[in-house]
């Protein structure tokens, strides 16, 4: 599911109302996006169904049939997300049980505000690393020497996470347009959004796994399923007309089928 906004949706899963709510608040002023709160396993799993998510904070003793450990169990069957268990239980038979669906993070409560930023921002780095394809080949013949990386780019398999504002904010890669080299920056372009990237422009190709990127000039990358329209030496993307290097236009047209 594409969605514009680049914040961290999060869904909280807690049955106890006021400390539901005043972790809303935190992570919110934080900069997070609460999807949904749940009281219970079966509307976690409702909500979780029908909201992109990307990183749950469970309670372990909730209300209902299913406690939160048994919610987090079937919510991976769904699909995979980091998950961070609160609770006050700390023996070492409820570890046990919740170490069986490989929480990303066990916190006891009460909660620290810094203690969960640091614990959300692991979880969504280990959990991107699982992801994280071999490098490819995106060099172009004159960016032959690497830069050794000086920003952290975590990739899952539809988005990658990127540093912005001091926390990870996350970037649909169908959403992104295109990059431009600056120097030894990369500026990301998305429809509503631009980050600069304190890598060159080789580095970030090769980070990131993609196949609808296409090198089209030795200072632009491009999304193809974007392009608007072409010419010999020129291709749109929106209101933009970036150069078509000879270099890459074999490639660039090897992407269309001609009739």
Same mark, same amino acid.
């Given at each position: 599911?594409?969605?514009?906004?680049?914040?961290?949706?999060?869904?909280?899963?807690?049955?106890?109302?006021?400390?539901?709510?005043?972790?809303?608040?935190?992570?919110?002023?934080?900069?997070?996006?609460?999807?949904?709160?749940?009281?219970?396993?079966?509307?976690?799993?409702? #909500?979780?169904?029908?909201?992109?998510?990307?990183?749950?904070?469970?309670?372990?003793?909730?209300?209902?049939?299913?406690?939160?450990?048994?919610?987090?169990? @079937?919510?991976?069957?769904?699909?995979?997300?980091?998950?961070?268990?609160?609770?006050?239980?700390?023996?070492?038979?409820?570890?046990?049980?919740?170490?069986?669906?490989?929480?990303?993070?066990?916190? +006891?409560? /009460?909660?620290?505000?810094?203690?969960?930023? +640091?614990?959300?921002?692991?979880?969504?780095?280990?959990?991107?690393?699982? %992801?994280?394809?071999?490098?490819?080949?995106?060099?172009? /013949?004159?960016?032959?020497?690497?830069?050794?990386? @000086?920003?952290?780019?975590?990739?899952?398999?539809?988005?990658?996470? +990127?540093?912005?504002?001091?926390?990870?904010?996350?970037?649909?890669?169908?959403?992104?347009?295109?990059?431009?080299?600056?120097?030894?920056?990369?500026?990301?372009?998305?429809?509503?959004?631009?980050?600069? #990237?304190?890598?060159?422009?080789?580095?970030?190709?090769?980070?990131?796994?993609?196949?609808?990127?296409?090198?089209?000039?030795?200072?632009?990358?491009?999304?193809?399923?974007?392009?608007?329209? %072409?010419?010999?030496?020129?291709?749109?993307?929106?209101?933009?007309?970036?150069?078509?290097?000879?270099?890459?236009?074999?490639? %660039?047209?090897?992407?269309?089928?001609? @009739?």
């Amino acid at each position: 599911m594409l969605r514009m906004t680049d914040q961290l949706h999060i869904l909280i899963v807690e049955d106890e109302a006021i400390l539901a709510l005043d972790l809303k608040g935190k992570l919110q002023k934080e900069g997070y996006l609460v999807v949904g709160v749940a009281s219970s396993g079966a509307k976690a799993l409702e #909500l979780f169904e029908k909201h992109p998510v990307d990183l749950v904070l469970c309670d372990i003793s909730i209300k209902g049939e299913w406690d939160g450990i048994e919610t987090a169990r @079937r919510m991976q069957l769904v699909r995979s997300v980091p998950i961070i268990y609160l609770t006050a239980l700390a023996d070492q038979g409820t570890l046990n049980r919740a170490l069986e669906t490989a929480p990303a993070a066990y916190i +006891i409560k /009460p909660l620290n505000v810094a203690q969960l930023r +640091i614990a959300i921002e692991l979880a969504i780095s280990n959990f991107a690393k699982l %992801f994280t394809p071999p490098d490819r080949p995106f060099l172009a /013949p004159e960016e032959k020497e690497k830069d050794p990386g @000086r920003e952290t780019i975590l990739q899952t398999d539809e988005s990658i996470f +990127i540093k912005h504002n001091y926390q990870f904010v996350k970037v649909i890669l169908a959403q992104v347009l295109y990059f431009e080299a600056d120097n030894n920056y990369t500026m990301l372009y998305t429809a509503t959004k631009k980050y600069a #990237l304190r890598l060159p422009l080789s580095t970030v190709t090769e980070k990131i796994d993609y196949p609808k990127f296409l090198r089209i000039h030795r200072s632009y990358v491009i999304n193809i399923q974007h392009v608007d329209s %072409f010419s010999e030496h020129e291709v749109t993307i929106g209101a933009q007309q970036l150069p078509l290097g000879r270099t890459y236009k074999d490639d %660039f047209l090897r992407q269309f089928l001609f @009739r």
